[in-house]
T-cell receptor, first 117, second 114 residues
């Protein structure tokens, strides 16, 4: 159990367009999901904490108007990169925390590779 | 705030040799500790975790780690590595009960040489 999926697994887009990435918990409910960004050969940097039914909490330095997060249900959070630019190219990973019974563990999705041309 | 230091960015090791990946943390409160593995272009997979109890924790794929509170360390070990263990390994920490935000180390690239 505790499987998290992401869609798409990779996306290439033109500069200026918006890209939506989905994160789903497939076999559990997740009140809280997290969005991370990972640059090549670097660690994961937490971008924001997504809470079902309420606004996301963004980390310092992350533009909330550029990285729109919507956590509309207990199994789905979406990250929309608005007006994407080449510097937004990165590996985006989400994780989910079980609403109950999961303790402090986060379950990670497989990641989405975004390339902005 | 917590911080995690992985002292080695790269660790090359011959197949069937033992390996230790080092992790030190700093925190003013009790913490939970995790090791994750990441294969190329994939998400993170939990190897093992320390929440409480026995300081020696066994995980998947033959890995184990020992929590040392006095040295604020949580080093990962495997007695005999395989080619398939080649991957990036991340140590992470979260504050104790009631918290769930992870702070990651910078990662250690383990390369197993045939």
């Amino acid at each position: 159990g505790a499987v998290v999926s992401q869609h798409p697994s990779w996306v290439i887009c033109k500069s200026g367009t918006s890209v939506k990435i989905e994160c789903r918990s497939l076999d559990f409910q997740a009140t809280t999901m997290f969005w991370y960004r990972q640059f090549p050969k670097q660690s994961l940097m937490l971008m924001a904490t997504s809470n079902e039914g309420s606004k996301a909490t963004y980390e310092q330095g992350v533009e909330k108007d550029k990285f729109l997060i919507n956590h509309a249900s207990l199994t789905l959070s979406t990250l929309t990169v608005t007006s994407a630019h080449p510097e937004d190219s990165s590996f985006y990973i989400c994780s989910a925390r079980k609403s109950s019974g999961g303790g402090n563990e986060q379950f990670f999705g497989p990641g989405t590779r975004l390339t902005v041309l | 705030a917590q911080s995690v230091t992985q002292l080695d960015s790269q660790v090359p090791v011959f197949e069937e040799a033992p390996v230790e990946l080092r992790c030190n943390y700093s925190s003013s409160v009790s913490v939970y500790l995790f090791w994750y593995v990441q294969y190329p272009n994939q998400g993170l997979q939990l190897l093992l975790k320390y929440l409480s109890g026995s300081t020696l924790v066994k995980g998947i794929n033959g890995f184990e780690a020992e929590f040392n509170k006095s040295q604020t360390s949580f080093h990962l070990r495997k007695p005999s590595v395989h080619i398939s263990d080649t991957a990036e390994y991340f140590c992470a920490v979260t504050k104790g009960a009631g918290s769930y935000q992870l702070t990651f180390g910078k990662g250690t690239k383990l390369s197993v040489i045939p």
